[in-house]
């Protein structure tokens, strides 16, 4: 709420500290709840602290900011997706999630494709399908018994995303972080706690 606040002012100072402390936040919750004790819960961290890093690297405003930010989630999306290995992937779960995404994505990127610059074309496409892979490997996992709070993360970390699009890309009116922020932190916190529930498939934790 003060990330938001301090945005709609114009503080930029401020929201970088609060964005610090929302993004520490979320790896906290993680470390909180056990996540170093497990192999699941040690790859989703390493993308929450990739995604801090993101977080950072998306208060410049500058096209190069934003290319190192995009880089940052990309791969901070590629951790969540072996984590989501890690627990185990249901593939019928996987297809009947594919098709909706395959569809979802497709809609995205005919709706981005007149706003993109043609140097962001492809990274903006290989994000796209990232996010898409992401979501439907957590609906896997959840088909192979992960925690739901996981495919819960995902899709709110995916809507989350195509705020930033909006916002950075279609640049429209409404400032689109308004929605977009609270969405992303409820999915980070979602992601960070599923470590407590990923015991399914891994067997015990570690000590």
Not at 140 to 156: C, D, M
Request: one cysteine or more.
């Amino acid at each position: 709420m003060a990330l938001v606040y301090f945005l709609r002012m114009g503080w930029p100072t401020a929201a970088f500290g609060a964005k610090l402390i929302a993004s520490s936040g979320f790896i906290a919750t993680a470390l909180s709840v056990g996540a170093l004790r497990h192999r699941y819960g040690q790859i989703l961290l390493a993308g929450l602290m990739l995604s801090l890093c993101g977080d950072l690297a998306l208060t410049g405003v500058s096209q190069r900011a934003f290319m190192l930010g995009l880089a940052s989630f990309l791969v901070a999306h590629l951790a969540y997706i072996v984590a989501f290995s890690v627990l185990g992937l249901n593939h019928k779960w996987m297809l009947s999630a594919a098709v909706p995404a395959i569809v979802v994505a497709m809609l995205i990127a005919a709706w981005l494709a007149p706003h993109t610059p043609p140097e962001l074309v492809m990274p903006v496409r290989a994000y796209t399908i990232v996010i898409s892979v992401m979501v439907v490997a957590a609906v896997g996992s959840r088909g192979a018994g992960g925690p739901t709070l996981a495919v819960i993360g995902a899709l709110l970390f995916y809507v989350s995303d195509v705020s930033v699009a909006a916002q950075r890309l279609v640049q429209m009116d409404f400032p689109t972080y308004v929605a977009g922020l609270p969405l992303y932190y409820a999915g980070q916190l979602c992601l960070a706690l599923s470590a407590s529930q990923s015991s399914s498939q891994e067997g015990v934790p570690e000590k």
